[in-house]
């Protein structure tokens, strides 16, 4: 409601009558109105002919709600007339009374937003914000010389590049976007170096010698690089930017790669020192010092020297340079340190062969990249000196290659990420291989590349408004996709992509190479090997599609595990449609034979271990010659056969006889889990699912996460319900102990910092995501039915967990499909419980699917989002057991139906150039992720919620958006509906921002209530190991290493866990007999290559800025990352990483302490029980603890082998 206001003071101020008001408006009756004091706006008119006045004598008060305003106004509006028996209270403001009356005109929307949305903030608050905005807008220190430059060991500054820029260069603050930015003008154009505050690890202002005036800037990452362009619109001048990988400045563009973590400025005097100090102060920059900093020019990245690097390298094998070139691009070495290590390389190589070489150097980058050598006094020989170590220690291991299981589908990847001004190589890692990758000898795996285009900070690339991304992705990313990749001599050619690489802006590229069965092998050879894309009956304009005929190639890159199965019988068989052709019932999935399905199990058991035994599968999601989906049993085929249905084919392979790679994407042995998320809370909310049907879920899973120190008992259910510790089989090993009654570990700090771990990951995500779990509730992959037994809107689920019984849900079930984004999204549909006699499912339950009825107008599937049955995952709530989660608004509204992506086609066949632009629009264009913040937020903001018109508009965009992988067509941004108000919900602050900034709202609706309902414990901050100035401290790896080869038994006994696990062994084995030599020797061998990859895994998977930074043990066994991140999905991605190569560890441990065939079970427990051994007498030593956990689900397993009698 709008108040106006007159008889103003002209001399007063909008916050002098605001501070007033707020005296009045925070006390009683008002107080009475809101449980916390409520906002308002004051704004005063101008005066019209004497502008210097602070107002014309009126003005406006804005309150939030209607209720506020006639309470207002029923005191303090003048009575007309005048009412003696209620005098009306005076509110004076300066000199004058001001006097209120009901303002004739409506208030303006975006203000009574804000009054509506945003807590009141004090207005010295405010004026403190934006007087520190003022000034540092205002403030700009004058730059004399720009110089780009390298932090050596010796707390040396090297200046590498410079240019002097008197007259034409400024440092600025911008305090909005939390950015230092260094202004330059060269040849008519302006310049910016950008450096966000997060990005500075720290500032030293000084004045060297006594005359030069300088500060010196070390950045974790490289700043950005942009240039100013004018833009012409509508009469006047508007300005953009553009990124740039290096500035036109005499060799930058040759030295920028490695000279722009360390940035030097020289001012005027020191009074501009004094100036930038003070902005510091303002801006809460506290990374600020003042110690003097040395320099020299040494140059060490000379044109010489990068000539004669480059040349040796092209020279040497190509294991070696990958690992050298990787030394030097991430900034380990410098290239007169690489000219030092390079002839004892070669004497390595020499010695002991290319592959030892190549480990050393990998092992030997952290030792690099964390030490000063102000100490030792030659920088040189300190790097020699710690080689010469790595190469000492590696030579101690009986085996160079890191544990792995074995398992055809693990091999290992060599990954490069490129950044906008540098290129970063790591690995090789174990990792699931693909079609493309096994069809050639294992050999030339080293030949391929999984390339990843990301920001400086290893962030994906996202959009900013004021930066135009497109041209820089063209020139950064097109010029590698178009021309290839050179590293260290070798020429790489862009190859293709996978589905889950295109989200995360990742490709493939190889080198040629000679392949004993296929000659010489290129990009191009390959993908002309994959099958025929051109020409087909059933998608004819496949291949004038370059974003469809790249998603029908990337099915070949898809990682899975491969099987060779003898298949007898292959066989087409027409999809199932509604009658009017428009929709199909098996859209996605095939059937296979009870025969085949067994022997497909039977070989995934071998590939993954003795140990993995687990329940048959129905079905499971596979890739097999040109089609793709679902293979449910069909237990009426007989033999070894595959039915495929039409909409599974994609492109056509030649046709073989006999045994046939089958690549399982997954086996679905088991249920899923069901949690709830905040766009189906949104939905559920507006459909009329009351708020504290969620907020008692939230309740029940907040006490279970906290209960879980309280018994390991509690433990294992909380990890295993949220799938931590998976790797190491936590979930199992805790149980086991509480089965010989030990029911906690006091004194035990590893456990306790385990739980701490999972506790916040538990706590977080359901804070950030709302994930709450749903006990009763399923997630189920689905498959039709083709035996028609079913009718309309019915679906049959039988849920059969690992270590349970069968179970059957029955009468009606709520179910959706995730992203949930229109009201349509949600279905209820009729389970019709345990199988009847003679049904197909009393012979075949299909366990742990959700099979939909093929009767009908329309398959449910594509009511849930458009959805289908090539493995999509449905959400299952029974409403038998969970009524309280009916929505009764749900009759309201019909599943959405949206017309198939327009496809974005070429008047001529595509070729690889034509994929290579698709997935440079890609990265520019990507804008689900947009639409679906969106799609909440404006649901948030708006009073009808999910009905609201833009909401509905952004689910049709989102249908789009999602189509755009394989359509070609892309979603333009400007289409999307803005948000009702810059201001946004309290739920969607990053993690790294504080939502109490006032550019955030306490959210009213459920998700926001939720969100706020958790409090998280406070962030545990890992050390920070820094290089350069500061002498750093020699990591953990030197640490452990002199431990490796002690081995006292007699140390690691005593202690209830460790005599209870005894007792239990000495069931079954002796344990007090001595072990042998040999024995020793390979236990702490084993461990030593177990605690080194686990560094390497640990150092791989860090958020930090820092590459000094690593995760602890207690987050890798539990699978979790702690840090903060302002994106969660780097994080999401970084914790996938984590669990799959934790689990391929693992799997390669237990599989050499489990032994071969030829190893009996006793032998493989006496194995276990000194691995348990060995990593109680190691203490704290990195990578101990969680071996030892490894070793006692090994303990646990053995034994359970042993008591089922299944002794090979």
């Not at 006639?70 to 209620?86: A, E």
């Not at 009759?891 to 017309?899: E, N």
Request: contains cysteine.
């Amino acid at each position: 409601m709008d108040i106006f206001m007159r008889n103003i003071d002209h001399n007063v101020s909008t916050s002098q009558v605001a501070n007033t008001l707020a005296n009045i408006l925070h006390d009683l009756p008002f107080t009475n109105l809101s449980p916390t004091p409520f906002n308002f706006h004051v704004h005063l008119h101008r005066h019209k002919t004497r502008p210097f006045l602070q107002n014309g004598g009126t003005g406006t008060l804005t309150l939030p709600n209607f209720e506020a305003g006639q309470l207002f106004l029923h005191i303090y509006q003048p009575q007309n007339p005048p009412d003696r028996r209620r005098p009306v209270p005076a509110i004076v403001v300066g000199t004058r009374q001001i006097l209120f009356v009901l303002s004739n005109k409506p208030p303006r929307q975006d203000v009574l937003d804000t009054v509506r949305l945003l807590p009141y903030q004090e207005p010295r608050v405010t004026e403190e914000r934006e007087r520190r905005q003022q000034q540092l807008d205002a403030g700009a220190i004058p730059v004399n010389a720009l110089q780009f430059g390298w932090e050596c060991r010796d707390s040396v500054f090297s200046i590498e590049c410079e240019t002097q820029c008197e007259n034409r260069c400024a440092i600025t603050f911008q305090d909005e976007r939390r950015e230092i930015r260094v202004k330059i003008h060269i040849d008519d154009e302006r310049y910016l170096i950008i450096m966000p505050f997060p990005s500075v690890r720290e500032i030293t202002a000084h004045t060297y010698l006594g005359t030069e005036h300088a500060i010196v800037f070390s950045l974790h990452n490289p700043p950005s690089y942009q240039k100013e362009v004018a833009l012409g619109t509508q009469g006047r001048q508007a300005r953009s930017r553009e990124r740039l990988s290096y500035l036109p400045i005499e060799e930058h563009q040759r030295l920028a790669p490695y000279a722009s973590l360390g940035i030097r400025v020289v001012c005027r005097s020191g009074r501009d020192l004094r100036e930038f100090r003070r902005l510091c102060e303002t801006a809460q920059l506290h990374k600020l010092y003042d110690y003097e900093y040395p320099v020299e020019r040494r140059s060490l990245f000379s044109e010489h020297l990068m000539l004669n690097v480059r040349q040796i390298l092209r020279q040497i094998d190509w294991v070696i340079a990958f690992q050298m070139q990787g030394l030097i691009w991430d900034l380990a070495i410098d290239l007169s340190e690489a000219t030092q290590l390079l002839p004892e390389i070669i004497r390595v190589r020499r010695e002991r062969g290319k592959l030892f070489a190549a480990i050393v150097i990998q092992k030997f980058k952290p030792h690099a990249q964390y030490f000063d050598n102000e100490e030792e006094g030659n920088t040189s020989m300190g790097i020699l000196d710690r080689f010469r170590q790595v190469e000492e220690d590696i030579s101690k291991q009986q085996s160079l290659v890191s544990p792995r299981p074995t398992d055809g589908s693990i091999y290992d990847s060599y990954h490069v990420e490129v950044t906008p001004t540098t290129i970063h190589l790591d690995g090789p890692f174990p990792e699931q291989s693909n079609r493309v990758i096994r069809a050639y000898e294992i050999q030339h795996q080293q030949s391929f590349l999984r390339v990843s285009f990301v920001d400086e900070a290893k962030l994906q690339y996202r959009y900013d408004r004021e930066v135009d991304g497109s041209q820089f992705i063209r020139s950064r990313v097109g010029s590698m996709l178009f021309n290839g990749l050179e590293i260290a001599g070798r020429h790489f050619d862009f190859l293709a992509y996978s589905q889950s690489a295109l989200k995360e802006h990742a490709v493939w590229f190889v080198k040629p190479f000679r392949d004993v069965n296929h000659g010489i092998i290129d990009a191009q050879s390959i993908i002309a090997s994959l099958g025929t894309f051109d020409g087909l009956h059933f998608d004819e304009g496949l291949i004038y599609c370059p974003a469809r005929y790249a998603a029908r190639i990337s099915q070949a890159f898809t990682a899975t595990d491969a099987v060779r199965v003898e298949v007898e019988e292959v066989f087409e068989k027409e999809d199932i449609t509604t009658n009017d052709g428009k929709y199909q019932f098996t859209d996605g999935v095939g059937t296979l034979s009870l025969e085949l399905s067994k022997a497909i199990h039977r070989q995934l058991r071998k590939s993954k271990g003795r140990r993995r035994r687990r329940a048959l599968p129905p079905a499971y999601q596979v890739r097999f010659r040109g089609s793709k989906g679902m293979l449910s049993v069909d237990h009426t085929l007989q033999g070894s056969a595959i039915c495929l249905r039409p909409s599974m084919i994609k492109f056509l392979t030649p046709d073989t006889d006999g045994a046939q790679d089958i690549e399982i994407a997954r086996a679905f042995d088991r249920p899923g889990s069901f949690y709830l998320n905040r766009p189906l809370i949104m939905l559920l909310e507006d459909l009329g699912v009351p708020y504290e049907v969620f907020k008692n879920y939230q309740d029940d899973a907040v006490q279970a996460t906290r209960r879980a120190a309280s018994s390991l008992r509690d433990s294992a259910t909380l990890l295993e319900s949220h799938g931590l510790g998976t790797a190491y089989h936590l979930p199992s090993v805790l149980n086991n102990l509480e089965k010989l009654y030990i029911h906690s570990l006091p004194n035990n700090t590893f456990y306790e910092k385990m739980l701490d771990f999972a506790v916040n990951h538990v706590l977080r995500d359901l804070k950030n995501h709302a994930r709450i779990p749903i006990p009763e509730a399923w997630t189920l992959v689905g498959v039709a039915d083709v035996h028609k037994y079913l009718q309309p809107d019915e679906i049959f689920a039988c849920v059969k967990p690992l270590n349970g019984s069968r179970r059957y849900l029955e009468g009606p079930v709520l179910i959706s499909r995730s992203p949930v984004i229109h009201p349509g999204d949600v279905r209820i549909v009729r389970a019709i419980g345990p199988p009847p006699e003679r049904s197909p499912f009393a012979i075949e339950p299909l366990a742990n699917t959700v099979v939909f009825s093929v009767r009908g107008n329309r398959p449910v599937p594509s009511c849930l989002g458009g959805g289908d049955l090539d493995g999509d995952l449905y959400n299952l709530i029974p409403f038998t057991s969970l009524p309280e989660f009916f929505p009764p608004s749900l009759q309201l509204y019909a599943p959405a139906s949206y017309d198939p992506a327009i496809r974005k086609l070429l008047d001529r066949p595509s070729t690889m150039r034509d994929v290579a632009e698709f997935f440079m629009d890609y990265i520019s264009s990507d804008v689900v992720g947009i639409i679906a913040t969106n799609w909440l937020i404006i649901a948030d903001q708006s009073v009808d919620g999910i009905r609201d018109e833009d909401c509905l508009k952004l689910a049709a965009l989102h249908s789009d958006a999602v189509d755009y992988p394989k359509s070609g067509q892309p979603v333009p941004l400007e289409e999307i509906p803005k948000l009702k108000h810059k201001i946004k919900p309290d739920w969607n602050a990053p993690e790294t921002v504080n939502v109490s900034s006032g550019n955030y709202y306490e959210s009213r609706r459920a998700i926001g209530r939720l969100f706020r309902e958790i409090d998280l414990p406070i962030e545990q901050i890992p050390h920070v190991r820094r290089r350069g100035r500061r002498p750093a401290r020699v990591g953990e790896v030197e640490e452990l290493e002199h431990q490796f080869h002690q081995f006292n038994l007699d140390g690691a006994r005593g202690g209830t866990l460790f005599t209870t696990v005894e007792h239990r062994v000495q069931d079954f084995i002796w344990t007090d007999r001595q072990p042998t030599d040999e024995q020793t020797t390979f236990i702490s061998q084993t461990f030593r290559r177990y605690a080194t990859e686990l560094k390497a895994v640990c150092m791989a998977c860090t958020l930090s800025h820092s590459h000094s930074v690593q995760l602890s043990e207690a987050e890798a066994i539990i699978g979790t990352i702690a840090q903060k991140s302002s994106q969660p999905r780097r994080r999401k991605e970084l914790m996938s990483n984590l669990r799959e190569r934790t689990d391929t560890l693992v799997r390669g441990i237990r599989e050499e302490l489990d032994g071969d065939e030829s190893v009996t079970l006793s032998d493989s427990l006496i194995r276990a029980w000194m691995a348990w051994e060995f990593a109680v007498s190691q203490g704290q030593t990195f990578g101990a603890q969680s071996f030892g956990w490894l070793a006692l689900g090994c303990i646990f397993d053995t034994i359970k082998e042993l008591e089922d009698g299944e002794e090979d």
